[in-house]
């Protein structure tokens, strides 16, 4: 018995030196809803402590956020009306487009992200525009366009396509070629999104997502979608949901070693705070071992509902 492991678990402070990953508030960035109007501060019930927020109100957060040490944040928004092709997405005066110049005038240091995605915005709830009942791949692409090069224009650091159309990527990086591109490679359809679409109002009206979303049981086809958007020209990928997808993270990060995200989706939340508020299990604890094991499955950095609590406890 030469070596003996235990001995370096021995006391806090020899545990803290051989520890090899930490979280810090640079790594979490926080998802912000945003709707028309003022004052609007509208719980979500599936997401207990997360809201729907007007304009001045998420700017108001995200200064808050940013004093947190926050790495960024980003924006979904809820258009005041929908249409079948999803207009208010690409819209110069947008809820998202207000946002981003809101957000930037009150914190111009924090990473503004925004999601390009047509789910928000089309009557239909699907993410991109329809054909014989059916996402028609191409025709989204130069709407993706034109809500990217919105939101590029109204000052967003980052603009994130998160539609799982083909070719989303190239499209963008067409239009934007000095735009940092945060690509929703592997997006898994996902039972975990369920109260993200009651938050974003995005659910589909029929049918569901899988003719566009990866099936759960894939992780070659992951590795595929990646190299398709890195060639395609993304800065960062991203794999999402984040928990059930860990050995994807881990996947990802060693055959490609670039700069990856994971989405701690809003199931994921929703779970732990359930669990957190009926006392079933100690929720600060839970949240701080689950976000570390997104990073140490290979995340840079994790989006999560959970950024401002985790911030406040790794400060
Ligand atoms: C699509 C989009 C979705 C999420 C983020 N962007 C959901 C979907 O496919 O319905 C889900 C995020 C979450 O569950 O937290 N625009």
Redesign the pocket.
Known sequence: MNQRPRNLRRTAALRRLVRQTSLSPDDLVM?LFVRAGRGVRNPIASMPGQFQLSVELAAREAAALHRLGIGGVIL?GIPPRKDARGSGAWAGNGVVQQAVRAIKDAAPDLAVIT?V????YTSHGH?GVLRGGEVDNDRTLPLLQKTAVSHAEAGADVVAP??MMDGAVRAVREVLPETPILA?SA?YA?V??????E??E???KFGD?SAY?MDPANSDEAIREIGLDIQEGADIIMI??ALAYLDVVRRAKETFGCPLAA???????AMLRAAGERGWIDERRAVLEVLTSVKRAGADFI?T?FAREAARWTA
């Open positions: 998802p979904f999601d995605c047509l789910c928000e993410c998160s539609g929703y997006k996902s975990f999104y369920g109260p993200f679409r938050a974003a995005s659910a589909p997502r979303q999402k949901p989405y701690s989706v809003s199931g994921e939340y989006v509902y």
